[in-house]
């Protein structure tokens, strides 16, 4: 059981938004933690697409947004598009811990 | 451009071990933590740990820690992660990421590796 809960399915039509969340215990999403979002296209590895809860890599549309509020973080995906259908995981990494980076379970994400 | 390129698929018997590398590219090998993170068919993302590449300290998970080595070697910049005494639970796709200074976050990732393990 992953440390870190996300909803196993959502779904929108193309050009809504969504919000995928991501909620864990103080030692998993709490002031210390920083928070990744990744995108896993089938058969490919993960792709990066926020860090420290709000930043977008360099490449990254800015359809793609995150937040964090006492211990949920969430991903908004604005303006869905077809390319956007993948699987997307939150990752807390907080120092100290025995379990350094712990991943929530993983939401599939359905473009209707 | 940064690239890890990682060894390819392997099937093993249970309890036998396996050695995946980790080729990276395109940057300062010395100067990023290597992780390994791996993921069972259908299922998500675990953590494994990590590497300092520059002094070849590691840091496992506790659920690793007895059974998984990480080393490196910094003159063909390639990590890699042996696993020994393999279950067929044990049975996933291994992946490197290096671990981005900025982003505080595994930021490139490698291809994949499947590890098979099947009497």
């Known amino acids: 059981q992953s440390a870190l809960t996300q909803p196993a399915s959502v779904s929108g039509s193309p050009g809504q938004s969504i919000t995928i969340s991501c909620t864990g215990d103080?030692?998993?999403?709490?002031?210390?933690?920083?928070v990744s979002w990744y995108q896993q296209q089938p058969g490919k590895a993960p792709k990066l697409m926020i860090y420290e809860g709000t930043k977008r890599p360099s490449g990254v549309s800015d359809r793609f947004s995150g937040s964090k509020s006492d211990n949920t973080a969430s991903l908004t995906i604005s303006g869905l598009q077809a390319e956007d259908e993948a699987d997307y995981y939150c990752c807390s990494y907080a120092g100290g811990r025995a379990v350094l980076v712990v991943f929530g379970g993983g939401t599939k994400l359905t473009v209707l | 451009q940064v690239q890890l390129v990682q060894s390819g698929a392997e099937v093993k018997k249970p309890g036998a071990s396996v050695k995946v590398s980790c080729e990276a590219s395109?940057?300062?090998?010395?100067?990023?933590?290597l992780a390994w993170v791996r993921q069972a068919p259908g299922q998500g993302l675990e953590w494994i740990g990590w590497i300092n590449p520059n002094s070849g300290a590691t840091s496992l998970a506790p659920n690793f820690r007895a059974w998984v080595t990480l080393t490196r070697d910094t003159s063909s910049s390639t990590a890699y992660m042996e696993l020994n005494g393999l279950k067929s639970v044990d049975t996933a796709v291994y992946f490197c990421?290096?671990?981005?200074?900025?982003?505080?976050?595994?930021?490139?990732w490698g291809q994949g590796t499947l590890v098979t393990v099947s009497s």
């Open positions: 103080s030692s998993d999403l709490g002031d210390y933690s920083l």
């Open positions: 395109g940057y300062t090998f010395t100067s990023h933590y």
């Open positions: 990421a290096r671990w981005g200074i900025t982003t505080r976050a595994p930021d490139f």
